[in-house]
């Protein structure tokens, strides 16, 4: 009898085959969950890291201006999707990141992916988008050329990145503002 009794006690602590299965199966669906969400946080679109590399070479290509008291010139050659510091090498005191295409950037150089095309490049009032390249240039003094530039995803979403002249900054343009842009109102 002591036998059947320790039985009872023994079964009713432990977990039967399905309660296992339930808990694993929810296991399962919350991780089936969360994977495109970490997905989409840790794989940026290619437009998306086009618009954050350009926006960096800029914002680095001020800098060294600034920090190094002499001219910067920041190069775009359209045909090749290509934005780089000029004369300045890989080595610089900028932190290493992989850009969307998988290859390490430093801020000073970036790669367009040939699925974001580039709709307008402005430097000074002058179209470059079909010129072999274009030149931007930023001052010690904070400031640089004018500059717009419109990208365009393979899903036909648009942003355009524009250059304050007086500061040196970049900003990045929505629709609303791509819009107000063509009118000649901003």
Request: aromatic residues 6%.
């Amino acid at each position: 009898m002591r036998l059947s009794n320790g039985n009872k006690a023994l079964r009713a602590a432990a977990f039967t085959l399905i309660e296992i299965m339930i808990v694993v199966g929810i296991m399962g669906l919350t991780v089936a969950i969360s994977v495109p969400i970490v997905y989409k946080v840790t794989h940026k679109s290619p437009f998306y890291a086009a618009i954050a590399d350009v926006v960096e070479v800029c914002s680095n290509a001020r800098a060294q201006a600034i920090l190094q008291g002499k001219v910067a010139e920041m190069v775009f050659f359209s045909q090749e999707g290509r934005v780089q510091l000029q004369g300045v090498s890989g080595s610089s005191g900028f932190s290493q990141r992989a850009s969307a295409a998988g290859l390490k950037i430093s801020g000073t150089h970036a790669l367009i992916s040939n699925r974001v095309s580039i709709d307008m490049l402005d430097v000074n009032l002058i179209e470059y988008r079909d010129k072999e390249m274009a030149r931007v240039r930023f001052y010690p003094n904070g400031t640089c050329d004018e500059m717009t530039i419109v990208l365009r995803s393979e899903e036909g979403e648009q942003r355009g990145i524009t250059l304050e002249v007086t500061t040196g900054l970049a900003s990045v343009l929505g629709m609303a503002e791509l819009q107000k842009l063509r009118a000649g109102s901003l």
